[in-house]
């Protein structure tokens, strides 16, 4: 009897679970995967927030999830396995299935968990910083879709890494996504001087990453659901004085003017990143040219890995008329491994994918991207109709085949060097295949060659790049750097003076010019040069530190002060501020002044000149035991300067140590034996040691020396 019970009992429990109810499965099905958007003030046009909502969209609900229209979500299942995926399961499906086809009933109100609450506030708290617009952005009531980038100047004094960014672009009705893009030279806002606080319109820009190896290294999007973003442990990114943030926006008009408010606010890393994760690119734009009506156009492109890989995140895009997207890594043993697939690709969804697992690549993969478009008339996205030829460009109406991938390298150097190097290169070297003239891929090259002490090489790719942009800026400071390396200052010059009048508001050209000018003993132009740039680039302390030396260079010692002392405030740990800081206060016999600034140079670096002058200051004070101390580091970080190996020898003389001091200053003459004075210093050491017929000899050199 009691068994014939519990199984009618359990056959009831059973019949009541296919029969779901908003307050048992709906709810927490619809506040998991729906009010993100679907909540007041939220992207979607109506919330899912409460059952009479609920109910009164149900049908709706249905269709358009049995569709899968909703949640939008582009990725194929099985394809690649996404961290925040927002596909909804069959199971999912089938519970929704079944609650409409109930009538969509409540259940017991009692028993429905309340839902979650969206807050206009920050969600992390109050920021670090944040960064807003000056005055806001006016948005028109006409047009469908307008496309604009706003600068936001990054305001930090000194380098920041950022854990966490939440990016309050406006109302998510009107700001359909964004994407934050770091210019590291504020070359967008040089280029617009005097209108930058409007906004720069075009849907995708290019921006000027600067002359050093820096590349990009996270994607920063916001969609109208997006949560703030928060970076993997130990992967924070780096802001620096001077760097702009560029707000690139897809925004919707309303019907209505209106005014949106772009803020920004940064969350602070208490260290610097120890894991440097990279972008690379794969693309073939040049060969987008799309017959009218083509619907199978095909874009390919590949990249082959020289070291192993975790790809972190992907991020595809193409304009209207991209239909599907592919991207998979062939492995060295043939295997195929899928990172994404794209079946119908909408821009008006797109995201940025961040991988459920880092997808590990061994050395030797190749990656591989396939994009088709479809410019037929039956592509109801497509802008033109009837349709007209596309090419590649920024305008919505031209195309775009971009597959960017945040990657990590699994060992995080090669060879001793940054392993983000050997990628770069295999991207560029791929993207010169495709275009032997890619101005980007040559400077790239060049950039690195300059790094890795191959100027020569540099100057070659420099000038192949200068063949098709004769007057770039850039260019022509590269290779005005590749010169200065060489040893050939007045290439250097000239190729550097031809960068300014190309484009007088570059930062990078006033400032190696300057430098080349105070390495020629050129002081009072190096001076105005070194002005030029600060009046530029105003937070930029290695600008302080090269007007302060052409100052210090021309005699001008309290205006050298006043520059080192700037950049010792903006940066205590600025060493080229410190030492000649140290070295002026020397100079005016501030020891224990001199001293501490030393210390503190030393604790930032080991350095020959730094150890030295410490040495000098301590036998100045008669504290010889340590003068030799610091004498000894200048001398093995720096074994080749004979005055060190000189003011060593003296030392040990004065402390009567003779047998290190001969062997010292003998030292001293193997690096440079033109000096008379040296050679009697060496005789007076070895008389100290009681070496008479030595001494004579060294004497007699010094004669011979000076009777030349
Ligand atoms: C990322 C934001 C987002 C999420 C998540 C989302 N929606 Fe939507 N939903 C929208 C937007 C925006 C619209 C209106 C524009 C459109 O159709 O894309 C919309 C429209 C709808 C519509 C009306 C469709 C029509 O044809 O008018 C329904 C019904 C709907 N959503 C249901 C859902 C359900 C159910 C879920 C969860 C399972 C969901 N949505 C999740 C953004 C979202």
């Not at 017959?291 to 995140?313: N, Q, R, S, Y």
């Not at 971009?402 to 150097?413: F, K, N, R």
């Amino acid at each position: 009897m009691m068994r014939l019970l519990l199984f009618l009992l359990a056959a009831t429990l059973s019949s009541q679970a296919a029969e779901p109810t908003w307050s048992h499965e709906i709810a927490p099905l619809v506040y998991a995967h729906c009010t993100a958007c679907h909540h007041a003030g939220g992207a979607a046009p109506f919330p899912l927030t409460n059952y009479a909502d609920a109910k009164r969209w149900s049908g709706l609900m249905q269709t358009v999830t049995s569709s899968r229209y909703m949640p939008p979500w582009l990725p194929e299942p099985g394809y690649g396995s996404f961290a925040d995926s927002r596909r909804l399961s069959d199971e999912q499906l089938a519970l929704i299935r079944a609650w409409v086809a109930h009538g969509a009933p409540e259940g017991d109100p009692s028993q429905t968990p309340s839902p979650p609450t969206y807050t206009s506030e920050w969600q992390l708290g109050p920021p670090d910083l944040v960064l807003e617009v000056s005055s806001p952005t006016e948005i028109p009531a006409q047009g469908t879709d307008v496309f604009l980038n706003l600068i936001l100047p990054g305001e930090v004094k000194t380098t920041r890494w950022i854990r966490a960014m939440e990016i309050k672009p406006g109302s998510p009705r009107l700001v359909h996504h964004a994407n934050v893009i770091i210019d590291r030279t504020a070359s967008l806002r040089r280029l617009h001087p005097n209108d930058w606080q409007n906004g720069i319109p075009g849907m995708d820009i290019a921006l000027d990453s600067g002359t050093t190896f820096d590349p990009d290294s996270h994607l920063l999007f916001w969609k109208s659901d997006s949560l703030a973003l928060v970076e993997p442990k130990d992967m924070p990114w780096r802001l620096d004085p001077g760097n702009d943030l560029v707000l690139n926006m897809h925004l919707k008009p309303t019907g209505k003017p209106e005014k949106i408010t772009a803020r920004i606010g940064l969350y602070f890393a208490s260290a610097p990143a120890t894991k440097l994760p990279m972008l690379l690119e794969l693309e073939h734009d040049a060969a987008l040219d799309i017959p009218a009506g083509d619907a199978h156009f095909v874009v390919e492109d590949k990249l082959t890995l020289p070291e192993a890989v975790d790809v972190l995140a992907v991020y595809p895009h193409a304009h209207y008329l991209g239909k599907e997207m592919q991207a998979y890594a062939v492995l060295p043993d043939g295997s195929r491994k899928w990172i994404i697939l794209i079946n119908d690709w909408d821009i008006e969804r797109q995201a940025i994918y961040r991988l459920a697992a880092p997808l590990r690549l061994p050395r030797g993969s190749t990656i591989h991207m396939r994009y088709s478009y479809d410019n037929s008339a039956g592509n109801v996205r497509n802008p033109h109709n009837p349709p007209v030829r596309v090419h590649a460009g920024n305008r919505s109406e031209d195309e775009m085949g971009h597959l960017w991938l945040q990657v990590l390298p699994v060992d995080s150097t090669v060879d001793g060097k940054d392993a983000r190097l050997p990628l770069e290169r295999a991207w560029m070297q791929e993207k010169l295949l495709k275009d032997p003239a890619d101005p980007t891929a040559l400077y790239n090259l060049a950039s690195m060659d300059l790094d890795s002490g191959h100027p020569a090489t540099a100057e070659n790719l420099l000038s192949r790049a200068l063949h098709s942009r004769p007057q770039d800026a850039r260019l022509l400071t590269a290779l005005g750097l590749a010169y200065d390396r060489e040893g050939r200052p007045q290439q250097a010059e000239n190729a550097l003076t031809a960068a300014i009048a190309a484009d007088h508001t570059y930062p990078d050209a006033q400032f190696d010019l300057a430098r080349v000018q105070l390495d020629e003993g050129a002081f009072a132009k190096a001076e105005a040069g070194f002005r030029n740039y600060l009046a530029l680039s105003p937070s930029d302390l290695a600008g302080h530190d090269g007007l302060g030396s052409a100052l210090l260079a021309q005699s001008r010692t309290a205006e050298a002060k006043q520059e080192f002392e700037t950049a010792v405030a903006a940066n205590p740990k600025d060493f080229d501020a410190l030492y000649n800081l140290a070295s002026i206060e020397a100079d005016a016999n501030e020891m224990s002044q001199a001293t501490s600034l030393l210390e503190s140079a030393l604790a930032v670096r080991k350095d020959a000149d730094a150890e030295r002058l410490l040495g000098l200051i301590k036998a100045k004070q008669g504290a010889m035991a340590e003068a030799i101390a610091h004498m000894q580091a200048a001398r093995d970080l720096n074994p080749k300067d004979a005055a060190t190996h000189t003011y060593l020898a003296r030392m040990y003389g004065q402390v009567q140590r003779w047998p290190n001091a001969v062997a010292e200053q003998k030292a001293a003459l193997a690096i440079d034996a033109s000096h008379a004075e040296d050679w009697t210093l060496l005789g007076q050491l070895e008389q100290g040691a009681g070496d008479a017929a030595a001494a004579q000899q060294a004497f007699s050199k010094a004669a011979a020396l000076q009777a030349r």
